[in-house]
């Protein structure tokens, strides 16, 4: 079986490259476990997941309009035609994938999947929506969703609301977990949450009840989602007298940045989180580095707010408290809690 994928991954996100992962693991389970993976990335030089059976390719288009970048774009048009013509099945996932407007796109995001599922149609290939996420918001685009999903062969997402608006245009799909739930083998999980705030309304007295003396505290947070005001020096007060919260209780912090992104620095968590550093405080620096906080089990408590920290807190059995920014992350909760 040749499959190829069009994931969200190059762009620094740990999340996405553990989807990634944990993906191609379960699709070997569902067909072979010789299948072979041809991936679509934005950077073909950061990959993070190494596998013989997984090679990278670089996404058309690579900002079309730069005249400087005419070749790559041709020879990576070239590559996206062969690839599709090489595969069994088209597998299109990723957060976020579905939705209305993105800032470094060169079309609207929908366009770029439209023009690459006409390609797929077009040489008789079978779509397999895999997890997929879909935030529309502008009714003239569910047309364009519907033109995107049309005679696909298979439709999985990950959440009711995404489920519900494909059904709005009569399109069948059904729900799944988040790849990443698999990246423990261990089937048996705990509920080891501590307790949940909602991120724009806590305030640190909420933790007074939490023993935090001689504890190595870890904060996954990010930015724009502590305040609903979106007032960012507001938030960086909020985040600075938690820290400060937490020093005084004897705890030691390091932060867990989960993006890196190259190019957003609104989703990249690193840059945010450098601002709070001091002499005694220290952040990771790369998503390997994260990955093996969680997976070697390197930490005692994880102050939670990217999903995919919750998500990894959980498999890999690490006390969280939890700051819940979205409608996504409250699902998630419900979904573990049971």
């Not at 099945?89 to 939705?99: D, F, K």
């Not at 005694?280 to 390997?288: G, P, Q, V, Y």
């Amino acid at each position: 079986m040749n499959i190829s994928i069009f994931a969200a991954v190059g762009s620094g996100n740990l999340g996405d490259e553990l989807i990634l992962k944990n993906e191609i693991i379960l699709l070997k389970k569902e067909f072979w476990e010789d299948t072979q993976f041809r991936v679509f990335t934005y950077d073909i030089q950061d990959v993070f997941y190494r596998d013989p059976q997984v090679s990278y390719l670089e996404y058309f288009p690579i900002d079309f309009r730069n005249i400087k970048k005419l070749t790559r774009n041709i020879t990576n048009f070239k590559n996206f035609v062969i690839t599709l013509l090489w595969s069994q099945r088209v597998v299109i996932w990723g957060w976020w994938i579905m939705y209305d407007s993105e800032l470094q796109s060169v079309w609207n995001p929908l366009k770029q999947w439209e023009f690459r599922t006409k390609w797929a149609r077009f040489l008789r290939k079978k779509i397999y929506f895999y997890a997929v996420w879909i935030d529309i918001k502008q009714q003239e685009n569910f047309k364009l969703l519907g033109d995107i999903f049309k005679n696909a062969w298979k439709v999985t997402v990950r959440d009711q609301k995404s489920k519900d608006q494909l059904k709005s245009i009569w399109i069948d799909s059904h729900i799944i977990d988040d790849p990443v739930l698999h990246d423990n083998s261990i089937d048996e999980k705990k509920w080891n949450v501590i307790s949940v705030h909602a991120s724009r309304t806590f305030r640190t007295s909420d933790f007074d009840s939490y023993d935090f003396r001689w504890k190595k505290i870890w904060l996954a947070l990010r930015s724009w989602y502590f305040w609903t005001s979106w007032n960012t020096q507001i938030e960086v007060l909020i985040i600075e007298e938690l820290c400060k919260y937490l020093e005084s209780r004897w705890a030691k912090l390091i932060f867990l940045p989960h993006s890196f992104h190259p190019t957003d620095t609104l989703a990249n968590d690193y840059e945010f989180m450098k601002q709070f550093l001091t002499l005694d405080r220290e952040i990771c620096a790369s998503m390997w580095e994260v990955y093996t906080i969680y997976n070697h089990h390197l930490v005692h408590t994880v102050i939670s707010m990217r999903l995919h920290s919750i998500i990894l807190s959980y498999v890999y059995g690490i006390d969280q408290i939890v700051l819940s920014y979205s409608q996504k992350t409250e699902e998630l909760l419900k979904k573990l809690e049971q």
